[in-house]
């Protein structure tokens, strides 16, 4: 009897299991295809490579022109500067916390780092507003410390729970798999770090260099109240535009159906697009560089 029970228990876990996972893909399928549909209209008037790297973003004129191709350049500028920042910082922050602290303090680091992750984007655009932005215009007399700089510094401290965590919990594995041999072997916890630890934790480094430049891809609000938000060739120390700013701030005021509405839908699909092929290179990137 019970072993019927458990048996008919595991098939309805199993079945409930597939529902949902198929439910999570027909939902992202719909989506895809409800965004390709709305931007279509927008291909029909001009070709998606104008659309990608022409310059003017002038939806509501006659004739109307649109090309992103500022706002391309602003949102994989701003986050290639912000992993250049983090990922020095978030592989230190790992080592140290797997390899170097006792448990005790890691787990008082870990609590700060988990909320790092959790504080909403629009606390981190009201820091990076007032206090690095305030800096730059202090400090070094810039008329408006509002950049790519300034975004890249923030979406560097944003990303970081990502790569941390990632890569945390690959090094302390292989920690446990060398520690005792290092030891008996006199070989010093340094050494043990810079030539075994880390290049065991090759995998683990690439998935939080995947995963940290997607997030700072579609970051949208902290990012868009310090870029300045203007649709111009960036620079690191003058104003641009992200794909998700431009987004974020004309979808409310335009109108449906109008050619402004399905460009910005349209912008939408090229991020997806370019995102997945950053995703789809780091891929092979990751298997060739493991293989």
């Known amino acids: 009897m019970n072993r019927k029970f458990y048996e008919v228990s595991d098939k309805v876990f199993s079945f409930f299991i597939k529902l949902l996972s198929f439910i999570s893909v027909l939902l992202l399928g719909f989506i895809i295809i409800f965004i390709i549909k709305e931007a279509f209209i927008v291909f029909k008037e001009v070709p998606l490579y104008k659309f990608v790297f022409l310059k003017g973003w002038k939806p509501t004129s006659t004739p109307f022109k649109l090309g992103i191709f500022p706002m391309v350049l602003g949102s994989i500028y701003v986050s290639m500067f912000s992993l250049i920042f983090a990922l020095p910082i978030g592989l230190g922050a790992a080592i140290l916390l797997s390899c170097i ?67 945390e919990e690959s090094m302390e594995k292989a920690l446990n798999n060398y520690k005792e ?40 609000m902290a990012v868009m109240m310090v870029i300045g938000n203007t649709p111009i060739l960036p620079r690191l120390l003058s104003k641009a535009q992200t794909i998700p700013s431009l987004i974020a701030l004309e979808m409310g005021g335009a109108q449906i159906d109008s050619m402004h509405y399905h460009g910005l839908f349209a912008a939408g699909l090229v991020l997806m697009i370019i995102l997945f092929i950053i995703n789809t290179l780091f891929y092979y990137l990751k298997r060739g560089f493991i293989d």
């Open 101 to 167: 602290i006792n448990k005790r303090i890691k787990n008082i680091i870990g609590i700060v780092i988990d909320l790092l992750a959790g504080i909403p984007s629009v606390i981190y655009g009201f820091f990076g507003l007032l206090v690095i932005v305030k800096y730059f215009e202090v400090s070094f007399n810039f008329p408006s410390g509002e950049s790519v700089l300034a975004a890249s510094i923030l979406l560097s401290i944003m990303v970081l729970p990502y790569i941390i965590s990632t890569c």
């Open 181 to 220: 041999s290092s030891k008996s072997l006199g070989v010093s916890k340094w050494h043990m770090i810079r030539y075994l630890i880390i290049p065991s934790s090759k995998r683990a480094i690439i998935s939080a260099i995947i995963l940290a430049f997607s997030r700072a891809m579609g970051e949208t």
